[in-house]
């Protein structure tokens, strides 16, 4: 059958992000069937049009990464957009519509009916594969656990059983825009996340436990993304280090293969063994992530966090020490938050130097998420609350808005202090910085 892949994402702001998952869909078809993957970032509707008439896909898979941009401060709804494309699409082929993606996932039924497509996959990408094997021999595709089929029920498919494959991009025309606007291809070297955080979503997505990628494979897909062109490389793991040993055999494995370009990731400021970091600097990697949420302890415990502060101020000496760039991600206003648990972490993170600090205020309250049975035990939502539309919890002891004041105010002026990834202002930096042939994120030219 001849399969046509969507990427609808857009976005540019801070850089445009590469879709990585359709090149998981793309390696889980049979040879059998010819693919063809459309990024909207680079080929505009009259283009796609052109394609559907020269292409004629039997099915077209759409992917749905984001439903918006969970950023309470300046929040971005998208599926408008993705339903318009439905529409689009309706005009002018008769091909089979299927969506999927992480964002799908999170609400199946609700983004099912808002999109009006044929069929929805529930959990990991590869089931696609086995829907398209059904339809090319006629059977019944609502057989398979994960599809979604119009009048049915989203059922939460346990973990992809099977071996991993992926399509490595070339040096094309997809590649090529990502390699211009910022140098920056992803790479993943597992799946599943042993964190049971209070908000977030990510375990159902993919599971719970670990899915370990072997590190010779992980190199092996770094040297093919830099044959397509890389100039660097983000990992797109939850947290990179959730299985320190596999972080660090991958680490290993990357600089034994001779990898020439640098890489950074998502890291969790747990407690690491000495010389970690220094580990991965020499294995290229040159930027560091955490996601740290909150400095106050009784924040970190509501959130369900495997650390304390005491950790991510150690975390940060030993990234600091290895010569890495650093940012630190927070999340606040979530159960508890409070004037005191707000004081508390505004003061300790001013004792993390030479840093960028990404501060993101409001939860976005998902369903199947710990976060959700709390709101609803609180009142704060109920049963019937429709979450498709952004909802962020409101704690009961400080208002959301009242907890950005305190840090612009707190910041003063200081351009490592930033709300949410920092607006336009950031985004048109690092813009200008790509252009000038820079690569990567690029937020420690941020630091003052």
Same mark, same amino acid.
């Given at each position: ?36 993957? #459309? ?8 283009? %796609?049009?052109?394609? %559907?008439?020269?292409? #004629? ?25 993705? &339903? ?69 029920? #989203? ?10 494959? &992926?399509? %490595? ?21 597992? &799946? ?19 899915? /370990? ?9 770094? /040297? ?5 062109? +890389? ?33 950074? +990731?998502?890291?969790?400021?747990? #407690? ?54 650093? +940012?630190?991600? @927070? ?11 707000? +004081? ?13 600090? @990404? ?15 709390? =709101? ?20 009961? =002891? ?28 950031? =985004?048109?930096?690092?813009?200008? %910085? ?15």
């Amino acid at each position: 059958m001849r399969v046509l892949l969507l990427s609808p994402n857009t976005l540019t702001a801070p850089y445009p992000v590469y879709p990585l998952g359709l090149d998981y869909v793309a390696g889980s078809l049979s040879p059998e069937h010819r693919v063809r993957i #459309a990024d909207l970032q680079v080929v505009d509707r009259p283009a %796609l049009a052109g394609l %559907l008439d020269e292409f #004629a896909p039997e099915i077209v898979g759409i992917a749905c990464r984001n439903i918006d941009n969970t950023d309470g401060t300046d929040s971005l709804f998208f599926l408008h957009d993705y &339903r318009d494309l439905v529409t689009w699409l309706r005009q002018r082929t008769t091909a089979t519509l299927v969506c999927g993606g992480c964002g799908f996932t999170i609400m199946p039924e609700r983004i099912f009916k808002l999109l009006g497509v044929d069929y929805g996959i529930v959990g990991e990408g590869e089931r696609f594969g086995l829907l398209v094997d059904a339809l090319a021999q006629g059977r019944n595709p609502a057989k398979i656990h994960g599809v979604l089929t119009a009048g049915g029920t #989203a059922t939460q498919p346990p973990p992809w059983p099977r071996k991993l494959h &992926r399509r %490595l991009p070339g040096q094309d025309e997809q590649s090529g825009f990502y390699v211009r606007n910022g140098g920056m291809l992803n790479l993943q070297s597992k &799946r599943g996340c042993s964190f049971r955080c209070l908000y977030c979503p990510y375990p159902r997505i993919e599971g719970g436990a670990h899915r /370990l990628t072997d590190p010779d494979e992980v190199a092996r897909t770094a /040297l093919g993304l830099q044959a397509a062109g +890389a100039r660097y490389l983000f990992i797109t793991d939850s947290a990179f280090n959730s299985d320190i040993d596999h972080s660090l055999a991958v680490a290993r494995a990357l600089r034994e293969s001779g990898l020439a370009i640098p890489w950074g +990731a998502f890291f969790a400021p747990i #407690a690491l063994p000495p010389g970690y970091f220094e580990a991965m600097a020499a294995a290229g990697c040159r930027h560091v992530e955490f996601g740290t949420e909150s400095l106050a302890t009784a924040m970190l415990r509501a959130y369900r966090k495997p650390f304390r502060p005491p950790d991510v101020h150690r975390a940060h000496r030993q990234a600091r020490t290895a010569g890495l760039h650093v +940012a630190h991600y @927070f999340l606040l206003g979530g159960p508890g938050e409070s004037t005191a648990t707000l +004081a508390e972490s505004l003061d300790a993170i001013e004792g993390l130097d030479q840093t960028v600090l @990404f501060f993101f205020v409001g939860i976005r309250i998902y369903p199947g998420t710990g976060l959700y049975e709390q =709101a609803l035990a609180e009142g704060k939502i109920d049963r019937g609350t429709d979450l498709l539309q952004p909802v962020f919890y409101r704690p009961d =002891a400080i208002e959301l808005e009242a907890i950005e004041t305190r840090i612009v105010e707190r910041a003063a002026g200081r351009r490592n202090w930033l709300v949410g990834s920092g607006g336009a202002t950031v =985004a048109a930096t690092v813009q200008l %910085l790509h252009r000038r042939g820079l690569a990567g994120p690029l937020w420690e030219y941020l630091v003052g």
